[in-house]
């Protein structure tokens, strides 16, 4: 009888401990935290409303949402720096911009950028290539 009572307290304990104590998180803050960033606006929230993209990306715009993760940081190879440009900038821009939106060795189809336009792509290309 003893070792059930202790037994039974044990369990009580455990799961006493195992309880969260911090509530300071509300369900709003925690939806907010996880909202991704800029998606976030409400009805009749004119000011955000207005904030919200209207026509095409810039190129600045494509490159830092698409392209970044690779020509950023040179992952896979990417061109990176303006000498890893220069001799793919002298094949003309047409091919650049072909191989960009059908993809090339693993540079993958519009950089994984699938809503963007043609335009969008190319303006992403001129920006990386002169920064
Ligand atoms: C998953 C990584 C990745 C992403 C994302 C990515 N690229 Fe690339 N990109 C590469 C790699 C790797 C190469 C080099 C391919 C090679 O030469 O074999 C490359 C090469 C290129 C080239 C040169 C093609 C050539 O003919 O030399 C252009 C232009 C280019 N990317 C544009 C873009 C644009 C624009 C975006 C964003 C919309 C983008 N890339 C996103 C990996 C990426």
Redesign the pocket.
């Known amino acids: 009888m003893k070792k059930l009572t202790a037994a039974a307290l044990l369990v009580l304990a455990t799961t006493a401990y195992a309880q969260p104590y911090d509530n300071s998180m509300t369900e709003d803050a925690i939806k907010k935290r996880l909202a991704p960033v800029g998606a976030v606006y409400f009805e009749g929230d004119k000011a955000a409303v207005a904030a919200a993209p209207t026509g095409p990306r810039s190129g600045e715009q494509?490159?830092q949402g698409?392209?970044f993760?690779?020509?950023g940081t040179g992952?896979?190879?990417?061109?990176k720096s303006v000498d890893d440009w220069a001799p793919?900038i002298a094949?003309g821009k047409d091919?650049?911009l072909s191989?960009?939106i059908n993809g090339?060795?693993?540079?993958?189809p519009?950089?994984?950028?699938m809503d963007?336009s043609d335009d969008e792509?190319s303006a992403?290309?001129d920006f990386?290539t002169s920064k």
């Open positions: 494509v490159y698409a392209c993760a690779c020509h992952a896979l190879g990417a061109p793919r094949k091919i650049l191989h960009a090339f060795n693993a540079m993958p519009k950089g994984t950028c963007c792509i992403a290309i990386m």
